[in-house]
């Protein structure tokens, strides 16, 4: 019989309590001997331990907040944005403000599919938090693109640049496969453009479970020469939810014990004390290792699952050697473009591909192509002339303008009107316009505190947005 420790066996609020006197004992015991022994001697037991806060805060890739667009009549959902690489989310908000402001995290760049409408010179948007989570928005830059008809705008995988492609030399060049394999024995109509430039087509749309994966090898190729892959994708049936694990609870109500202006009054006399008697017992600091772990540590339970399209190439001995990454956006459909690496096509002209659904999702197109021919453009970068954050019914223009450990702040329930300038030069008739949005930021796993603060924030959004919550939960899987 497999024994569990007495912890295991107490109900969840005893193990909440227990774990917030530990958590207060750790921080008592960490700050008297940092106060004597000094920061370099703390770090060095840190170190010593093995506390690393970014080991704690892996959670997959999930949601964020949500665009909406101005139609004339009503802010419609476009997509979830503030993407990044190679993340974007965390569980702990000082890690991901660390590893943001370090510039470890690269921004979204997201092409608007839904068409603008001007309203009295003015082009809106609408940011919505429509999940438990909560977001830092750092900085926006809307982009508009005037570029010639049939051509059109894909983005490649790592949000860092937009490629414009000619509709009909795209088509040349795309590369049919010698052998496509659907796990799940579906077919799928491969390098059929016309799927790529659609909105949706669901008579055509691949719909792949956890794990399934699309095989795709191809012959003959010119080893040396650049190909791409091309992959319009949509949908997931998860959210980030909110942060809820006891150690969670457990730093929440320690947090809050401390700010008490009780515990801030008899602190200094207590702290001085204690450390004098742990430094006359000269008391072995590796006999407190947990304590320091549970003191030091950010909340765990993250699942250690992606939630994306991985895309694989096979090597020359049968390894199999990751490329990059695909997150599919949850409302409509989006084509990310990725470029191959030479070696992935081997010195007898073989590529093997292997796109692998580690979630359940949606494809549309998939395809090869060589290099395509870009086509030039113009760009312009509209001006924001207003942020309007409904909650706290304040303009916070300011925040949102690329400032060093500024942020936007959102919580569920939380909309925040945006107006840009629109630009006065004309399009021609052989012109179309596009839309970008360039963000940067992160979000995070909803906090305790954060949580009380939204209250019922479901009440709050809008229709679509709620029928959407309604069938996530239901899954019951959606975690």
Known sequence: MKKTSFFWHLGKWP?????????????VLLIVLKLFKGDSWAQEQKDLLGINIAQADAPPPTSTPFLAVWNGLKY?????????KPQSHFFDLSFAKKQYESGKVSPDLYKIQTEIKPENGKLKFQIQEIEPEESFLNWLDLIRVIHP?????????EYRKFHLLDKNNLEKLLVKPDDVYVSNGK????????????????????????????????????????????????????????NNTVLEQAKFFA??????????????????????????????TGLLAPLFALSNCSSSGASSSYRCFPVFYKSYNGDWCHISTIYPRTWKYSSEIMELPREAVLNNGNLELKVVSTKRHYIDFIGLTREPHEVSCHTEHLTLERAYHNRLKADISNLI????????HTIPGDTVDLEFKALEKQVKKDEQ???????????????????????????????????????????KDYK
């Open 76 to 84: 419609a959902l476009e997509n979830d944005f503030l993407f990044g």
């Open 401 to 408: 303008l690329n400032q060093d450990a500024r942020y936007l």
């Open 255 to 284: 947090v809050n014990f401390v700010k008490s202006k009780i515990v801030a009054k008899a602190a200094t006399s207590a702290l001085i004390v204690f450390g004098l008697f742990l430094l006359r017992k000269n008391i072995s």
């Open 187 to 242: 077919k799928i109509n491969f390098a059929n453009s016309s799927q790529l430039w659609k909105d949706q087509d669901k008579d055509n749309e691949l719909f792949l479970n956890s794990n399934d994966y699309i095989s795709l090898n191809f012959n003959s190729l010119r080893p040396g020469e650049k190909f791409y892959l091309i992959i319009k994708s949509k949908y997931r049936d998860w959210i980030l939810d909110e």
């Open 15 to 27: 193990r909440v309590l227990f774990l917030t006197v530990l958590l207060l004992f750790g921080w």
């Open 433 to 475: 316009e596009t839309y970008l949005l360039r963000a940067g930021g992160f979000y995070i796993s909803l906090r305790p505190e954060s949580k009380k603060l939204a209250g019922n924030w479901q009440e709050r959004i809008s229709n679509e947005a709620r029928a959407r919550l309604a069938t996530l939960v239901n899954l």
């Open 149 to 157: 008809k049939n051509t059109e705008i894909i983005v490649d995988s």
